[in-house]
């Protein structure tokens, strides 16, 4: 049972940590190249973020939701 163990603790350190050690070693040769994943990850963010707000904004313009206080008994 202590050798299942450790073999997942292997495959963790070894195989599935891989990338994560590559982006360590990176690092120290160049900041910009360790998080060039980070950077494009912030840019598709902020291009579905725009793309929402847009719909909404379009949603909105096109007067079909019910605004009227009698909605919702509460209000």
């Known amino acids: 049972m202590k050798d299942f163990f450790y073999a997942i603790a292997d495959l963790f350190v070894?195989?599935?940590?891989?990338?994560f050690d590559a982006l360590r070693a990176l690092e120290l040769e160049s900041w910009w190249s360790a998080n060039f994943l980070s950077w494009i990850f912030i840019v598709i963010g902020l291009v579905a973020f725009t793309y929402w707000m847009l719909q909404l904004k379009k949603h909105s313009a096109n007067g079909e939701e019910d605004k009227s206080i009698t909605s919702h008994s509460y209000l």
């Open 14 to 19: 070894n195989v599935l940590f891989a990338p």
